[in-house]
Structure formats: structure tokens, C-alpha cells
């Protein structure tokens, strides 16, 4: 159904386009007129600016440009098809909230949950320069690219980022692994909520995309969201944390400074530093061929 | 006001965060989107409410017939979604019809055609000439009788006052070989083509007259005279009867020649004709 819709929409038959687009609408004109009346409800400044409707036409020719267009082949079925129609109704949705002139008449729960993550970013930001946090530390495309070469290419990394005395990517991994924790900790740790949820299955599905074992990641994050100990006396990170990132990567994390010196190095090999090193010389290895 | 695009959030488009929310998007996309949903402040919320969002109105999304008023929003949006529909395939053609015609103005445009004599065209080189051919002529086969084509056969040069062989075609060609004064071994070939439907759109700038020379083997010779033409469709070439290297040149004809086809073409400087498939090619009038 999807496949043939697809192909009428990039050819230039109006009969074919009709017989293609009309079990489609069948399907979807109802719950989707029903879902995007349900979205305006909450949200009053937007519903004076367009009705459901509009909202639902808008969704269906940003989603049926979606399927035109070259990656629209990745749209296999019908419930994905759906599941995109409403995705571009609530991105449109969201999009008309975020405009000055709706928001500020706007007062519903989207703005203030918005103002509390990037307020709560910003600070994170702020605090970075003095304690660098995995928060920011992984807000540097550099950064990301480079755990995912950490833990999907180990083999490339430790080739890209040859050093004498090389120290084993298990080290840098338990940095990472910590701070992720960390993050977790701050941001999903307390009270449970649907903030704390989000943020725990985001954490989950990135990890698992870095191909960390689910049972290893498990540990962390029990670790992570459980009530702080009492702080161990000359160790200044969480115990039970650095604890389950040991049991983890086989490591000994004992202290911040550690740390500090294995994200001085990850910062070296990210922005491809070569003087200076303190453990011998980091920085990616340049290639002839290059 | 705009917001600085976070690093993270560059190159991420609604598209592919869309194909990261409904977990179809490639393995590095997703990994790019969901470490930008962590940590880049836009993309989280923006995901966040997006899930928030259709976790609590997913029931919301049903088939069920309603009230009168909705099934009649709801029959209006059904139209209103067929007609946007419509309107990207009609996008569609106007854009292919707008490229079509990009891609004409692109086109080289028609070069100054080339005249002269392809003499013994072998059947690969016919064939290339048969490729530019835009239109071909209905014509027959005709024997040429001039002196200089047909000595043997020719009327005494005495009584000869500039003979000629004229052949109009049924689509309105005026077709003429001459033999031109002073001396037998010239000939000029017309061609005009002026009265013909549609020449000015099918740029037509050159004229491919086949003749056949019988050959005592049973394969006959076959030279194509090119005749390039003007503006108005006329065009003429000379030809010097008797020669084998010069252009413009035929070699005597040792038996009856035959003008056996006529066909227009448009040769561009991309598609002319070249030597060397034929033997001795002609070169730019």
C-alpha cells in the first residue's frame, strides 16, 4: 500500500496517484483528524492560529514529501506510515509553540518543562568549565564520534590513537561509562517521573547503540539511580558507581583526578592534539595515506 | 530571534529525527540522534514532548465513525488530503516538463552543419549517419542522368543547356541536381526544404542525400551527399566529379548512379558527422 503510494507520488499519473492514496485516506482520515483535534486541546495558543484540520493537512503533505523524496524507501509499511503522520503533526505542533509570537501568549506544561532542560543544559554548561561533566563532554560532535569509535571500533581506535606506553581502552571506556552515570544519576535520579523515565530509556537505547552489553549496563545504572552512600573517605566519586564501572570494564577507578586525566587524553585524541602529552604522546595518528 | 543550531543537532533534520522516533532510522543516525537527545537541550526536549505527547493521545488515533459535525470535517480534510496529493504529482510533471526544457536550452545548439561528399559509406558509418536522421524523406529511387554522373548515359554536352533532375518529395522537398556550366565534371546538389511543416522547430540544418553506384561486384558503392541548410531550409553543395582525397569530391561513377534516399537532420556540434567511419568525411561549409 505504502510502497505504491510511494511510487505514484514520484510519477506524474493523477489516476494512478488516486488509486494509490485512496486506501490510504481511508484509513487514516478519521484517527487522524481525531489525533490532531486531541493535540490542539492542549494547547490553546496554537489552536487559535489553526484548527485540526489544518494541523492534520499540514502532517499529511510533510509526510507524503517525506515519502517522495530519497528517504522515503525506508518507509516500509503502513504503520509506519502512521507512526509518521503523527510524528510531523506534533513536530509542526511543537514547532508553531516554540514561535515568540505563540509562546508567549503559551502557558501550558511544554514551555515550562522546556525553560527547566535548558536551564538545567546551561548550568551544565557553566559548571563544565571548572568540572568537566559527561553532559558536555558529549555535547562535542568530536566527542561522540569518538566513544562510538571507543566502544564499535576498538581496533581502529587504538590504531588511530597509538601512544608509547599505550594505556587500554578499557580505561576509557570506564570514563565514559562513569560519567554517563553520572549524568543518569543527576538527570533521572530522586523522585521518578516521566522526565526521569525519558531520560533512563534515551540512556538505555544510546548505550545499547554503542554496543554495551545490556546486563553490564544494568549494573550501572541500578548503581546510578540508587540513593547516594555516605561518600567514602578519599574518594571523591560516587562509590557505588565507580564500583559497577570496575566490576564493568575491569578497571580501578579510584578518583576524580584519574578521570580528569583520562578526559584530558579522550580531549586530545578528539581535537587531534599532538604536544604536549602527558602519558606519551596522544593524538590521532597521522597516516601517510591521508 | 534565532537560536544558535546546537553542535549536536547539526545535521539533523526533522526527517531523520522523525525516522529515529518511529525506529526507522539507520544505525549511526540513530546513534547521532539519541546522543543528541541526551545531551543537546532542543533535541531532548523535542523528543521528550514527542513521546510525551503520544504516549497520552495515542487511544485518540481510531477509525471509529463520530458525530455528524466531525464526519463532516472529517469527509472535508478526506477531499482536501486527495487534493494536496494531486497537486505534488502535478509538481511532479511541471518540474519534469521544466527540466525537459532546462535540458533543451542546455542542448548544444545547432552547429554550422557540415557539406561535402561521405563517399563509399560503409554500412557502420551509414549507420551513424542514420542516427542523426530526423526526418527521412519519402522519395524512391531515381536515376541520375547528368553528365557528370552518368557519362555513358549522358545526352552530348552540346545539347546541354544547365540540365538538371528534379524530385519533389510528397512532404514538399524540392530535390535538384545540376550540372553546372563550364565544365561535365561538376555537379551541385539543392535541397529545399522551406516548404516543409515544422522545419523551424525541428531545427533542421542539414540535408543527407544516399546515392548508389552500381558496382559490377552486386554491392554497390553508396555516397551520401551533405548538404548543409540555411535558416530557411535551403542549402546547396558542389561536387567535383572525379576526385578521391579533396572533399566535395566524388569518384567518377563507373555505372548508373542512383539517388535512392533523402533524409533532414539537425547535426549540433555534439552529434556531427565525423571522419574517418566513412573514409574521406566532409568538413565544415
Known amino acids: ?290 | 530571534m534565532s537560536t544558535p543550531e546546537s553542535d549536536l543537532k547539526r545535521g539533523l533534520s526533522e526527517e531523520l529525527i522523525n525516522e529515529f522516533l518511529i525506529d526507522i532510522a539507520e544505525a549511526p543516525v540513530e546513534r547521532s540522534i539519541a546522543a543528541a537527545a541526551l545531551f543537546d537541550p532542543f533535541v531532548r526536549r523535542r523528543l521528550k514532548e514527542c513521546s510525551r505527547l503520544d504516549d497520552s493521545l495515542i487511544s485518540e488515533y481510531s477509525n471509529e465513525p463520530g458525530d455528524a459535525a466531525f464526519e463532516a470535517r472529517a469527509l472535508g480534510l478526506r477531499e482536501r488530503m486527495a487534493d494536496a496529493a494531486r497537486t505534488m504529482v502535478r509538481q511532479n510533471a511541471e518540474a519534469a516538463q521544466w527540466e525537459r526544457e532546462r535540458e533543451r536550452q542546455r542542448a548544444p545548439s545547432p552547429a554550422v552543419a557540415v557539406a561535402g561528399v561521405l563517399k563509399r559509406v560503409s554500412d557502420p558509418a551509414f549507420a551513424a549517419i542514420t542516427g542523426l536522421v530526423k526526418q527521412t524523406l519519402v522519395l524512391g529511387r531515381h536515376a541520375l542522368t547528368l553528365p557528370g554522373l552518368a557519362p555513358a548515359a549522358a545526352a552530348a554536352p552540346e545539347n546541354l543547356d544547365m540540365p538538371r533532375q528534379t524530385f519533389t518529395t510528397p512532404e514538399g522537398v524540392r530535390i535538384e541536381f545540376q550540372q553546372l556550366p563550364g565544365a561535365t565534371n561538376r555537379v551541385r546538389a539543392v535541397v529545399d526544404a522551406s516548404a516543409l511543416p515544422e522545419r523551424e522547430e525541428r531545427c533542421y540544418n542539414a540535408a543527407f542525400l544516399v546515392l548508389e553506384e552500381s558496382h559490377p561486384t552486386g554491392t554497390p558503392d553508396r555516397h551520401v551527399l551533405v548538404v548543409s541548410l540555411n535558416d530557411q531550409g535551403r542549402g546547396f553543395t558542389d561536387v567535383l566529379i572525379g576526385g578521391e582525397g579533396a572533399v566535395s569530391t566524388l569518384p567518377t561513377p563507373e555505372s548508373a548512379c542512383h539517388l535512392v534516399g533523402a533524409t533532414l537532420s539537425c547535426v549540433t556540434s555534439a552529434n556531427a558527422v565525423r571522419r574517418g567511419d566513412s573514409g574521406d568525411g566532409p568538413k565544415p561549409a
Not at chain 1, 514520484?10 to 487514516?28: I, K, S, W
Not at chain 1, 559527561?134 to 566502544?151: C, I, K, N, P, S
Not at chain 1, 570514563?175 to 534515551?202: K, N
Not at chain 1, 546486563?215 to 547516594?228: G, M, V
Request: charge should be negative; charged fraction near 30%; aromatic fraction near 6%.
Open chain 1, 1 to 290: 500500500m505504502v510502497a505504491r503510494l510511494r511510487e505514484a507520488l514520484r510519477g506524474t499519473d493523477e489516476r494512478a496517484l488516486d488509486g494509490a492514496a485512496g486506501p490510504v485516506l481511508e484509513r487514516m482520515y478519521r484517527p487522524l483528524l481525531r489525533y490532531c483535534e486531541a493535540l490542539l486541546r492542549g494547547a490553546p495558543a496554537a489552536r487559535r492560529i489553526m484548527d485540526g484540520e489544518d494541523l492534520a493537512l499540514e502532517a499529511w503533505h510533510k509526510t507524503l514529501r517525506h515519502l517522495r523524496g530519497e528517504r522515503g524507501d525506508r518507509i516500509a509499511d503502513p504503520e509506519h506510515f502512521e507512526r509518521l503522520i503523527r510524528c510531523a503533526a506534533r513536530s509542526i505542533l511543537l514547532d508553531m509553540l516554540d514561535r515568540p509570537s505563540t509562546a508567549m501568549h503559551h502557558a501550558t506544561v511544554e514551555m515550562t518543562e522546556r525553560d527547566a532542560d535548558e536551564t538545567s543544559m546551561a548550568g551544565r554548561s557553566r559548571d563544565h568549565l571548572v568540572t568537566p561533566e559527561a553532559g558536555t563532554f558529549l555535547t562535542d560532535r568530536r566527542h561522540v564520534q569518538l566513544v562510538e569509535m571507543l566502544f564499535t571500533e576498538e581496533t581502529r581506535f587504538r590504531n588511530e590513537f597509538r601512544q608509547a606506553n599505550q594505556r587500554h581502552p578499557r580505561h576509557y571506556r570506564a570514563l565514559v561509562l562513569y560519567e554517563l552515570g553520572d549524568f543518569l544519576r543527576e538527570e533521572a535520579g530522586g523522585e521518578p517521573g516521566p522526565g526521569s523515565e525519558y531520560m533512563t530509556r534515551m540512556m538505555r537505547r544510546y548505550v545499547r547503540l554503542l554496543g554495551v552489553p545490556e546486563d553490564d549496563w544494568q549494573r550501572i545504572e541500578t548503581a546510578a539511580l540508587s540513593p547516594q552512600e555516605e561518600e567514602e573517605s578519599g574518594s571523591d566519586l560516587v562509590p557505588a558507581l565507580r564500583d559497577a564501572v570496575n566490576e564493568v570494564c575491569g578497571t580501578r577507578l579510584t578518583g576524580r583526578a584519574f578521570l580528569s586525566v583520562l578526559r584530558y587524553e579522550m580531549n586530545r585524541f578528539a581535537t587531534g592534539a599532538n604536544t604536549g602529552a602527558s602519558s606519551g604522546g596522544g593524538g590521532r595518528k597521522q597516516h601517510a595515506s591521508a
